[in-house]
């Protein structure tokens, strides 16, 4: 993530009660060191939670802090999904949050598929939710996401949206598509 882009990310934190990040790591403990009150990561890769889990446990044992892993099948670097045989799996990645009855206020959308994330997030998210969706500018298979969402802000190559009022037509179908891509 850029300077601008980890600025913009800490000045949404310091207002945030309960953060759901997509993608466990730097930016987990980023959030940590906020002092945000509830911190949610999802991530596929469970030996790198586990990792990320240890960082959390040793310098902020007082966090409110749910690790999600989820199974998407073998996963390689960066858990990327290995197997599209385990391609029935991956619209738990971008749902398991929600289902879990977790209502954050920000989303960073940092991890494996990303679009269904951010759709996910319009699809379950309470209106006005923020969205910091990291990697944007230059990714033109995550653009669908400008008809779902309302972009606020664009600092360096993220963008930031708000969930709106209403659901947008067809968001729950464009949600299913889009998890058959896990970049």
Wanted: glycine residues 6%.
């Amino acid at each position: 993530m850029t300077k601008t882009c980890i600025h913009a990310l800490g000045r949404l934190l310091q207002d945030s009660r309960c953060f759901l990040e997509y993608g466990a790591g730097g930016s987990t403990r980023f959030a940590a060191a906020h002092e945000v009150k509830s911190l949610i990561s999802v991530e596929s890769d469970v030996r790198f939670l586990n990792a990320v889990d240890g960082c959390i446990q040793r310098d902020s044992p007082n966090l409110d802090w749910h690790p999600i892993h989820v199974d998407i099948g073998r996963v390689g670097p960066l858990g990327y999904p290995l197997q599209l045989k385990s391609m029935r799996r991956w619209l738990r990645y971008p749902s398991r949050p929600w289902v879990a009855g977790h209502q954050p206020d920000l989303v960073l959308i940092d991890g494996r598929f990303r679009l269904a994330c951010a759709l996910a997030t319009a699809y379950y998210a309470q209106p006005g939710t923020t969205i910091f969706f990291d990697d944007y500018l230059y990714r033109p298979w995550y653009w669908t996401a400008e008809r779902f969402l309302s972009m606020v802000a664009k600092p360096g190559r993220a963008r930031i949206f708000k969930v709106p009022d209403t659901h947008r037509p067809h968001l729950r179908a464009a949600l299913v598509s889009a998890c058959r891509d896990p970049r």
